[in-house]
């Protein structure tokens, strides 16, 4: 018998197995946590009453996590990429002998501004409502600024792809200023939220998300064919990107320590692994770079590092900013001596 | 109250706004706690000795309150020489039979009197109906200096002189320094300018002395002036939305509509019989017949003449006590052939649930009305013992008929509530699919009854037949007209169906009708008055015009206790009704509780009757000398006065008797209800305490279907104090099994610091919390707290004790789901040890379906 | 014609925790419920603010005396109702990127169910953890202030269902005014721990005063709630000053790593 027609045979919608209902609260989609799974929020196991309820409520999570997907990490590195490719597309415009240097920084600039908005799509909790991004300009948010700028960069670096060295000094500048843009916001974006570990770091992560665009880029085009000339320009963009994100990285660690709670969250679990490999990804990149040799190996197995750690970086933003928020006592320590100044 | 009554307790946080200090006496903290300004931890079952610690602060430190006392209670009447009290019997009052073991209250009498009890229906138990009913209690026999040692005065504080705060300590397990912060609080707050008023709910009630612990706080109350008077009272808080309107219009077996009490085979064999006993010859109640004629025109009509004594045999005659246990303990011996629930769990809510679920399996068939199918309609299918395979379906041969029932908001009808405030409540919805109202199935069942036996000529099916069941119905699905239900009960004249405007207009004459006497004037003018919603900005503080009060939309009874013996307000700040001199009558914010023009200097003469009985003192005219009973004459049947007995299984001896528990109280001895011993037993060394929860609703088959509820507590679990957790190694969110001799359970543990130990007489007492509402249907399920209960009850009214007993909680999930009512005992053992009765106690007769009760020729079928 | 601020006063004092709010909001706004977890945590089920969960209540156990509470040891219960807090700078609103987050007519914050895309940044800028998305539909989710009921001028349901009137609803201006009454009379009652959270912007510059705003007891992480809480987008200029300088220093990177000393220009 369906449940349908139970519920006409016992008049109310109820039966026993479910408790299912019709009318008000039919929707209902009722989870069944079991309360040994664990999972974020988990059993109890201290007595209430003896827990130090001054300092926090249960051990629960104060700030709600991040909700985004893998994507988001994803695209922030292919923002990094695009952002960094246009700008250096810009400086290269003109110059005969890097043309095609030049043509693949349009092309990952063109290939970033539209993978990116895939890849932030494919994160929204409604996809089909994607356009609803560029619905109105709201200064006030970073990611609204973002928005817009990803918008206008993909449109510039089309045009630039398709222009070649022909784009006129719009288009040019307009996707030099657009890539800073794109490098950069979503240091800006990361930086200004309520989230403490990237709130306690938001001077430092625009600065951090530019320059690993400029490494990001770098590790790029490093994996590809160049010759001397080509490899020349890429090496010294590439290294005052990853030298600024070392720098940035190490100033961060800094900055952290003065807050141990953050430096805590940045450290354990998930995100800390991350870190670390970013870090030793990145270090070892420059490492194999100033190897005193000159081979297209040493160039691609440094381009590749340099990217493997630009990737580690932002999915590890994302995995300590998640520990970050479900650890109450980081969000009101950095409060409380806020306040006592 | 915030727990279970959050609603309700919403005046209480607006008193606390206006500087009300708010005490809360509870074993648990619990919501009301948490805003409470004092919380009292007491040991669970030790009440009568709190109280009775409170009534001997009251008097030995001379807070009583004199002028009310002497003359609104009968503190002054002197009470016969016969009479011994628990202090010099060791626990028991004079006059007990060991041969009917029972009391026999003679020895407990005003001197030279005897005196009719109000509302009389329990005397049904003892014994023979009184011959010289209602005598005046004339003036010498008083002392209003209250200085006699054998005035009732004299008496109670002898009584509870003893209830120092050293032994409410040993008691209670409050220490003396909170005791007395209580009792300075309480009496601080009383008097002429002040007034506190007592809050209990059912638990109260749910012990094998409940009437007894109310009584008490009654006591209490008389001393300080705080009855009849504006924020005072005790307030009985209901378990359910219209459980007072269910005792007012009774679905109890031994009463009719207004208290009137139901005949009895053996004795009222006819009319003039039953009014000759039942009516008192002062006081209201000698107005009784004018309310049962009116009653027998309400049900038979026509039929019903003076010559036929309007039909008074038609009525039911009981034979015996018939309550809830006393019942189902005949069912489980398959002496009962047919049951209907409504809106009732019992095999969840009630006592021993394994032993009610054992009732249902020797029926021959069984009605369940519920929103959905209850445990009680499904006991038969996956009940634990059935589970464990001790009961198989095959053999079960009940018929079970499941009807859907209309909620609240699906039909016409009222609520009473604890002040007697009737509230009309409006269909809002039609009930779906087959869901009726109770009013529906009870009238269509009655319709197709008076049917079947339409030509039946046969004199027992005559009451059928005659019965007047012409209500008016409403649209498709036929619901009858509750309004007119309301207004039959309300009543009219025969002659020229004028609707009656109050009891006073009732006669004995066949002229008028009325369903219910205190009801009377509901249906005033012909308006729903339970249906008036006039905002409280719109009229006086007393809000005369919301809903509707009984009797007479008086909202505060006793009124009259509010002015002095002068007829004037005891103090301005708690005027509320007085003697106006010059219109020569009573007035005031309420509709006064007094013959209204009855002067306070008046004072009966010789021979007077009825109610010229009542002087102009005399506000509580329910009583037949219009006194408060501070000490009840007649008796309860367990005594006078309370007193302080053990619960049926305590971890304590009784601190003050030899006389472990109350005497007189119900027991079932039978192989499905074993019994722990009466204290210190090994095996089940903590006190338990079951309760009910805000999120849920009793039994839960009102709330344990709702996500929305469920979510709020979504499983059983038990709560206990950090102290006891390490001691049996339990674990907060772990498992804990919890057993008795009759069942085992599992749940949850909750360590919390709102239970705590009581250290009492040297030893840590510790207490296992254990909320009542799962079981094992619906979408929160969990272990039944019931099924630890037993069958035990207070002899007055066979309320069960459920609020205090002794249990075994070990670590884990280790119940197996065996219930004694199933498989025998638990625990097979030798059950010897401590007596909870002194030798002449000891020897109480046994009845049917293992009833010791004590009771006479009533427990027996006739 | 404007309409005045309203918003709620939640006085934790007369809290009585018997979660009407809690069920009346679900019903009202036809809310699934979250699950059945045994939390192990007091009688708090529900944990937290959630998308589907817009009035939580929490239960504080604790071992300390509240002042003018006569207890046998050391121990309070402390109960306070949750509700998002309808910032005067609301972080939710700064950072929504589509515009689906607006300020009412009535001065509160309202998510429309019909713009929103379920970006996710909101969540990360609420301060107090109140918004989050639903898993099942996408969208941020949060307390309306009973939007549909204050059109029809009705209070929301959770102030209505309220038996205490722990729950106050009403314009903020008396709002605030009964809240210094109430506080004032705790105070003179010697209820000293009494204080009122993020009722102005002084109480809270961070917020600038909050449009549901508590009597609270006990320090705010007693109750989950930030001590100091700041709107994310104060401070925005000076990331957006560190990004422009970084974008400069890509730019001064890009251009002089492309610049060659030979001059290749065609």
């Not at chain 1, 206008?152 to 307009?174: E, F, H, I, P, W």
């Amino acid at each position: 018998m369906s449940l349908a027609q139970s519920r006409l045979h016992v008049g109310r919608e109820m039966s026993p197995g479910l408790a299912l209902q019709i009318g008000e609260g039919a929707a209902q989609q009722v989870k069944h946590a079991e309360p040994d799974a664990g999972g974020i929020v988990p059993l109890w196991r201290q007595v209430p009453s003896q827990h130090r309820t001054d300092h926090n409520y249960y051990d629960l999570a104060l700030l709600k996590e991040p909700v985004w997907i893998w994507s988001v990490p994803a695209y922030f590195y292919m923002g990094g990429v695009a952002g960094g490719s246009a700008m250096l597309a810009a400086a290269l415009h003109g110059k005969k002998r890097l043309r095609r240097l030049a043509n693949w920084c349009r092309f990952l600039a063109f290939l970033g501004t539209t993978i990116g908005p895939v890849l932030l799509t494919y994160d929204l909790g409604k996809m089909s409502r994607f356009l609803n991004m560029l619905r109105v300009l709201r200064p006030s948010s970073p990611m609204s600024i973002g928005s817009w700028s990803l918008a206008g960069t993909g449109m510039m670096a089309a045009l630039s792809l398709l222009q070649g060295d022909r784009s006129g000094a719009v288009t040019r500048y307009g996707t030099a200023v657009g890539g800073l843009l794109v490098a950069g916001y979503t240091g800006v974006l990361l930086g200004n939220t309520a989230n403490p570990l990237w709130r306690e770091r938001r001077l430092l992560l625009p600065a951090l998300f530019m320059s690993s665009a400029a490494a990001s880029t770098a590790g790029v085009l490093q994996m590809m064919p160049l010759d001397e000339r080509e490899e020349k320009v890429v090496q010294r963009f590439g290294m005052v990107g990853k030298a600024g994100e070392a720098a940035c990285m190490v100033a961060m660690q800094r900055n952290d320590a003065t807050v141990p709670e953050v430096a805590a969250a940045a450290r354990e679990g998930k995100g800390g692994v991350l870190w670390t490999a970013a870090k030793a990804a990145l270090v070892s990149g420059i490492l194999v770079e100033l190897l005193p040799v000159r081979s297209p190996l040493k160039r691609k197995v440094s381009g590749a590092l340099t990217t493997i750690g630009a990737i580690c970086l932002r999915f590890a933003l994302l995995e300590s900013g998640k520990a970050a928020a479900r650890e109450p006592q980081t969000t009101i320590n950095v409060q409380r001596r806020r306040m006592k100044g | 109250m915030a727990e279970c009554h959050p609603v309700g307790f919403r005046w209480v946080m607006e008193a606390k706004r206006r500087g009300a200090t708010i005490i809360h006496v509870d074993p648990r903290f619990t919501r009301t706690s948490a805003v409470a300004d004092i919380h009292v931890p007491i040991r669970p079952g030790s009440d009568i000795a709190f109280l009775g610690g409170l009534v001997n602060y009251i008097i030995s430190n001379e807070r009583w309150f004199r002028d009310y006392v002497v003359n609104y209670t009968n503190a002054a009447a002197l009470v016969s020489e016969d009479y011994r009290d628990t202090e010099d019997l060791d626990g028991l009052f004079s006059g007990w039979d060991a041969e009917k073991g029972q009391y026999d209250p003679s020895s407990w009498q005003y001197r030279g009197v005897e005196v009719t009890p109000a509302a009389g229906h329990r005397e049904m138990f003892s014994g023979e109906p009184r011959a010289e009913r209602g005598a005046i209690v004339s003036a010498e026999q008083h002392d209003f200096t209250l200085t006699d040692p054998l005035c009732v005065f004299q008496i109670v504080k002898r009584h509870f002189s003893r209830y120092t705060p050293e032994v409410v300590q040993e008691a209670c397990g409050v220490p003396p320094e909170l005791f007395e912060k209580v009792a300075r609080a309480l009496c601080d707050n009383s008097g002429r300018d002040r007034t506190s008023a007592f809050c209990y709910a059912v638990g109260w009630t749910q012990h094998s002395v409940g009437v007894q612990y109310i009584r008490t706080a009654a006591i209490v109350q008389m001393l300080l002036g705080n009855i009849g008077r504006p924020g005072g009272g005790i307030m009985a808080l209901r378990g359910h939305s219209s459980i007072q309107g269910s005792t007012d219009i009774p679905t109890l077996y031994n009463m009719l509509p207004g208290y009137l009490p139901m005949p009895k085979a053996s004795y009222d064999t006819d009319l003039k019989k039953y009014l000759e006993y039942n009516e008192s010859a002062s006081g209201w109640w000698s107005e009784f017949p004018k309310y049962t004629v009116s009653l027998l025109k309400a049900w038979y009509g026509p039929a019903a003449t003076s010559q036929n004594d309007w039909c008074y045999h038609y009525l039911p005659h009981i034979s015996g006590d018939h309550s809830h246990m006393v019942t189902v303990a005949a069912m489980a011996d398959a002496q009962v052939q047919g049951y209907f629930v409504m809106g009732e769990n019992p095999a969840v809510g009630s006592m021993n649930c394994a032993l009610q679920r054992k009732g249902l399996h020797n029926l021959k068939w069984l009605v369940v009305r519920d929103f959905a199918p209850t445990e009680t309609a499904e006991f038969w299918r996956n009940a634990p013992e059935i589970v464990a395979g001790d009961v198989k379906p095959e053999q079960i041969g009940t018929e079970v008929f499941f009807f859907p029932c209309a909620a609240h908001t699906e039909k016409d009808g009222t609520f009473t509530n604890t002040q007697r405030l009737l509230q009309w409540h409006h269909k809002a919805v039609e009930p779906p699919g087959d869901c009726r109202s109770e009013l529906h199935f009870i009238w269509h069942l009655g319709r197709r009854l008076k049917e079947l036996y339409r030509s039946s000529s046969e004199q027992k099916d005559f009451p059928l037949r005659d019965l007047t069941w012409d209500y008016r119905s409403i649209g498709e699905i036929e619901e009858p007209d509750a309004e007119e239900v309301l207004a039959e009960i309300s009543g009219y004249t025969l002659g020229d169906h004028k609707y009656l405007p109050g009891y006073k207009e009732l006669k004995d004459d066949g002229s008028t009708v009325c369903g219910c006497w205190i009801y009377c004037g509901c249906y005033k003018d012909g308006v729903n008055q339970p249906a008036r919603r006039k905002p409280a900005s719109e009229q006086t503080w007393v809000a005369p015009e919301w809903g509707w009060a009984w009797p007479a939309n008086r909202r505060l009874l006793y009124n009259r206790a509010s002015a002095d013996p002068d007829g004037k307000p005891w103090s301005e700040r708690k005027k509320y009704v007085w003697w106006d001199p010059g219109e020569r009558k009573w007035t005031g914010y309420d509709n006064p509780d007094f013959i209204v023009d009855r002067p306070p200097d008046y004072r009966p003469g010789p021979g007077a009757k009825g109610i010229d009985t009542l002087s102009g003192i005399d506000p509580f005219i329910m009583q037949a000398e219009g006194k408060a009973w501070m000490y009840d004459p007649n008796g309860l049947l367990d005594g006078p006065l309370p007193t302080h007995y053990e619960p049926e299984e305590s971890v304590l001896k009784n601190p003050l008797y030899g006389q472990q528990c109350n005497p007189a109280r119900m027991e079932w001895i039978r192989n499905d209800n074993p019994y722990h011993k009466a204290w210190g037993d090994p095996d089940y060394p903590f006190i338990a305490t079951t309760y009910r929860l805000t999120e849920h609703h009793t039994a839960g088959g009102m709330s344990r279907w709702l996500p929305w509820l469920c979510e709020l507590q979504p499983e059983m679990f038990i709560e206990v104090s950090p102290e006891l957790a390490e001691l049996r190694g339990l674990e907060n969110g772990g498992w804990a099994t919890v057993s008795t001799i009759r069942g085992e359970i599992e749940a949850r543990v909750l360590v919390t610091g709102r239970m705590q130990p009581f250290v009492q007489q040297g030893r840590t007492l510790h207490t296992v919390g254990i909320p009542y509402h799962w079981s094992w249907i619906g979408r929160s399920t969990g272990d039944a707290a019931n099924e630890l209960t037993a069958f035990v009850a207070d002899p007055n009214v066979s309320i069960e004790e459920s609020k205090a007993f002794s249990v075994q909680v070990v670590a884990g999930r280790r119940a197996k789901k065996r219930r004694a009512a199933a498989q025998g005992p638990l625990v097979e053992r030798e059950v010897s040890g401590p007596e909870r009765d002194l030798a002449p106690v000891h020897e109480k007769p046994g009845g049917k379906h293992g009833l010791h009760a004590g009771k006479t020729e009533m427990t027996e079928e006739s | 014609m404007t309409t005045p601020a309203t918003g709620f006063f939640t006085d934790t004092s007369v809290c009585i925790g018997c979660k009407a709010c809690e069920v009346a909001c679900k019903q009202w706004n036809q809310l699934p419920a979250d699950g059945d977890f045994f939390s192990g945590r007091s009688y708090d089920n529900t944990i937290h603010l959630e998308a589907t969960t817009w009035r939580h209540v929490a239960f504080v156990e604790r071992q300390a005396r509240l002042s003018g509470q006569t207890t046998s040891r050391p121990f309070s219960w402390l109960l306070m109702s949750d509700v998002c807090k309808h910032c005067q700078r609301a972080g939710c609103l700064e950072a929504c990127p589509t515009g689906a987050i607006v300020r009412t007519e009535f001065d509160t914050v309202y998510v429309q169910p019909d713009v929103c895309n379920g970006c996710g940044y909101c969540v990360v800028c609420c301060p107090f953890g109140v918004i989050n998305r639903r898993e099942d539909d996408g969208r941020a989710w949060k307390c309306t202030l009973c939007y549909d009921r204050q059109k029809d001028g009705v209070e929301p349901a959770c102030a209505k269902a309220c038996p205490t009137d722990s729950i106050a609803f009403g314009k903020l201006d008396d709002l605030r005014e009964m809240a210094q009454a109430r506080l004032q009379e705790l105070h003179r009652r010697g209820v000293t721990e009494a204080w009122l959270y993020g009722m102005s912007e002084r109480d809270q510059p961070g917020t600038e005063g909050l449009h549901a705003f508590f009597l609270l007891l006990d320090r705010p992480e007693a109750y989950n709630l930030p001590p100091d809480p700041i709107v994310p987008t104060k401070g925005v200029a000076g990331s957006w000053g560190v990004m422009a300088l970084a974008a400069a220093g890509m730019a001064a990177a890009a251009l002089a790593a492309t610049h060659s000393r030979g001059g290749d220009r065609k």
